[in-house]
């Protein structure tokens, strides 16, 4: 399949055809694939984000940087409010995107359940790294938006983050379910 990003993960369907299991290669006791599905999918949406957080600081330092280099009328870009409030607002995202994922993965660490904590952390750092990337660009003005210079391309990478290992509504499902409405 092609992507519109992530490129270096490729995609292709998996079909598995007549294929039996021995027992003994079995996950847990009988009954319990759900909950072993369960267990994992919350590691799964506790961690597989985190590389967004590296992105993020990257996207941070370098708006930050091109900010105060980039001047119009004799004065740098950064000294619009417009402009130190937007890099302002990545780096809040930044910091609470983190910390979810510190939370969600000291509960999973501690052995504690985070069906609520993980797909919190994942929904919140799927949807902060797309707009990270949005504001990435938008600060590097034509240069954000020209390939040559690479940084659309953490947007379309972003974007499948909302997608996998549960959409963002799906999550919210959870979430919900959690609070029990
Ligand atoms: C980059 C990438 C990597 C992936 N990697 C993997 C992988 O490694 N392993 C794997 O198994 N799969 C993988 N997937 C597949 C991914 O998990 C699914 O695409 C995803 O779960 C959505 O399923 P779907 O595509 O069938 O969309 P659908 O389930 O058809 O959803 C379509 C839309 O309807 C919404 N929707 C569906 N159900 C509900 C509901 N109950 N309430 C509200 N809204 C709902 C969805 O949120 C979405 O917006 C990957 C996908 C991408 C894009």
Redesign the pocket.
Known sequence: MH?MG?NG?P?ADLYIDDCRVPKENRLGGEGQGARIFSDSMEWERTYILAWQIGVMERQVAEAARYAQERKLSGKPISTFQAVSHRIADMRIRLEAARWLLYRAAWLKSEGKPASMESAIAKVFAAEAAVASALDAIQIHGGYGYATEMGIERALRDAV?GR????????L??IISDELGL
Do not use: D, F, P, Q
């Open positions: 992507k992530l993960a995609m499948g997608i996998y290992s549960g959409t963002s509504e799906v919210r499902n």
